[in-house]
T-cell receptor
Framework: DTGVSQDPRHKITKRGQNVTFRCDPI?????LYWYRQTLGQGPEFLTY????????KSRLLSDRFSAERPKGSFSTLEIQRTEQGDSAMYLC???????????????FGEGSWLTVV | QKEVEQDPGPLSVPEGAIVSLNCTYS??????FMWYRQYSRKGPELLMY????GNKEDGRFTAQVDKSSKYISLFIRDSQPSDSATYLC?????????FGRGTSLIVHP
């Protein structure tokens, strides 16, 4: 049973370029989350999917950000026209279906570090 | 005011000490409580999960929840240098956990 896998682990890009991160969740998990974490802060929710349906998006997810999960398996998070303020660690997490108040919980990947120069 | 608050520390203790990490939350609808450990430049690792008031123990770790005061604690017994990390508490409603900013713990030999 492999954990949540994220790729790439590190990305340095120039301001204005587009970047894409990929997440492969734990195989039997049908819920997938994206969070963003900056230095000294906790993870902040961006969006989550139940299978291929994107069920909720945070106000942090500006129109330059788009997330997809086309077949309900892996997911991609794309950032267009990157800005220096986008520099952060982008975390993917997954969980089984069912509410988190029923004993279910979420498991994180190792994150994808983005540096915009 | 953030929905989940933690003192960022750092908290520095000698090896073998009992560590107390604390967290408060403001939303009465929050139903579950989790503690994650995060090493530098790594993803958070789940340590403890609970959804009721009271204590839950797992090895050297004990999670304590007081819903009446919206107060969450994590105790670490016999702390080790390898416990040096940032500890994140999280809570939420049905589907989306909200995280605190984390408390940095340093256990020195």
């Amino acid at each position: 049973d492999t954990g949540v896998s994220q790729d790439p682990r590190h990305k340095i890009t120039k301001r204005g370029q587009n970047v894409t991160f990929r997440c492969d969740p734990i195989s039997e998990h049908n819920r997938l989350y994206w969070y963003r974490q900056t230095l000294g802060q906790g993870p902040e929710f961006l969006t989550y999917f139940q299978n291929e349906a994107q069920l909720e998006k945070s106000r942090l997810l500006s129109d330059r950000f788009s997330a997809e999960r086309p077949k309900g398996s892996f997911s991609t998070l794309e950032i267009q026209r990157t800005e220096q303020g986008d520099s952060a660690m982008y975390l993917c997490a997954s969980s089984r279906s069912g509410t988190l108040s029923s004993g279910n919980t979420i498991y994180f990947g190792e994150g994808s570090w983005l540096t915009v120069v | 005011q953030k929905e989940v608050e933690q003192d960022p520390g750092p908290l520095s203790v000698p090896e073998g000490a009992i560590v107390s990490l604390n967290c408060t939350y403001s939303n009465s609808a929050f139903q579950y409580f989790m503690w994650y450990r995060q090493y530098s430049r790594k993803g958070p690792e789940l340590l403890m999960y609970t959804y009721s008031s009271g204590n839950k123990e797992d090895g050297r770790f004990t999670a304590q929840v007081d819903k009446s005061s919206k107060y969450i604690s994590l105790f670490i017994r016999d702390s080790q240098p390898s416990d040096s990390a940032t500890y994140l508490c999280a809570s939420g409603g049905s589907y989306i956990p909200t995280f605190g900013r984390g408390t940095s713990l340093i256990v020195h030999p």
